[in-house]
């Protein structure tokens, strides 16, 4: 697990509220909300951007997404919300452990991305 501040909120070091958690991941809500829904879906094991994951990683990252869909149901957006992964500090990676935003609960213009 990572030294992160997700890592330090998956292991209880930092308290937060959990919208969800299973064996592999967590989802909280996000401290700097660009949307009236701002979930982070957070694998429980640190790998720091999308493209530091190999093959191994296949299983956990499509159970990251299952979980995006349920949580976004959970939230009430299921119907219409932006799934956001940033990988590297120029695409906007401010935590170097991999994690996915669930945006939602309003309207998004056409052909610009949020996060």
């Known amino acids: 697990m990572s030294d992160t501040i997700f890592g330090k909120i998956i292991r209880g070091e ?7 958690e ?3 991941c967590i989802a909280i809500n ?3 909300p660009q949307a009236p829904v701002h979930v982070l879906v957070i694998p ?4 720091p951007r999308l493209v530091d994951s190999g093959a191994d990683d296949k299983e956990l990252l499509g159970h ?3 979980v995006a869909g349920k949580v976004a149901e959970q939230q009430g957006v299921a119907d219409a ?7 590297g500090a120029n695409a906007g990676q ?3 452990h991999l994690h996915l935003h669930i945006i939602g ?6 052909g610009r991305m949020a996060g």
């Open 14 to 20: 930092i308290p937060s509220d959990f919208l969800y």
């Open 22 to 24: 299973d064996e592999h």
């Open 30 to 32: 996000d401290i700097n």
């Open 44 to 47: 429980k094991r640190g790998i």
């Open 64 to 66: 990251l997404m299952l």
């Open 81 to 87: 919300f932006r799934l956001i992964v940033n990988n």
């Open 94 to 96: 401010t935590v170097f």
């Open 105 to 110: 609960g309003r309207p998004f213009a056409e």
